[in-house]
């Protein structure tokens, strides 16, 4: 078992539908891994042998998310995001609670409530609740049922503990067309959306350099 595994294996006892529970136990391993850039440095140096983790990464025009981890039972996932040039969000909720620490860079972040959504709604009546700064060294958690949105300075860096799935789909909202729909995890898309959002290894090698040049790990 290496470091990456011994801190995840520590997740694996959180009630994720107590977010402060969340929050302590994953800040702990959060501000470890930013302590230690050696144990996320040493799991991307090992990403092409582990197809397994490989394939789960994605690359988006405005994100990439690397997968350094991941435990089917009792699911657990820890991802490294780059968020790029023009990055925005569409209010939204998840399928998970997670957890997230920044590294580098900055977002503003909107909070929307734990409101009840669907797809007939108008994102437009949504009010934000809260909106604050997300700067280098904050950490945070979110219940699933959270709505929120950011706009990150580009090359934004953060660290993403996410549990177990609760749900299949979320929603998006798009507040400028007025429209909003559900979104489905990997395991319902279409073999040609999974394609398209892949990780390359040469695209993956291109996030390591900038990981590197900016003293990250």
């Not at 279409?190 to 892949?198: H, M, V």
Request: net charge negative.
């Amino acid at each position: 078992m290496d470091d990456m595994e011994r801190i995840a294996e520590n997740l694996c006892w959180i009630d994720w539908n107590d977010i402060d529970d969340v929050e302590i136990n994953c800040r702990e391993a959060l501000n470890e891994l930013a302590a230690e850039p050696r144990i996320v440095r040493e799991r991307l140096d090992d990403l092409p042998n582990r197809p397994e983790l490989l394939a789960m990464c994605e690359h988006y025009d405005i994100l990439d998310k690397i997968v350094l981890h991941s435990d089917d039972d009792p699911g657990i996932r820890m991802r490294l995001h780059v968020f790029l040039p023009g990055y925005f969000d569409r209010p939204h909720n998840h399928r998970w609670s997670y957890a997230s620490r920044i590294l580098r860079g900055q977002y503003r972040h909107y909070l929307f409530g734990n409101t009840e959504v669907d797809e007939q709604m108008d994102p437009n009546k949504l009010p934000v609740l809260q909106a604050r700064e997300e700067p280098i060294g904050t950490s945070y958690a979110l219940h699933h049922s959270m709505v929120h949105a950011v706009v990150a300075e580009p090359f934004t860096v953060s660290l993403v503990v996410r549990g177990p799935a609760v749900k299949e789909k979320f929603l998006v909202m798009d507040r400028h067309a007025g429209t909003a729909w559900w979104q489905y995890g990997a395991k319902d898309e279409s073999a040609e959306e999974t394609e398209r959002k892949r990780l390359t290894p040469d695209r993956l090698q291109e996030v390591r350099g900038q990981l590197t040049e900016w003293g990250l790990f």
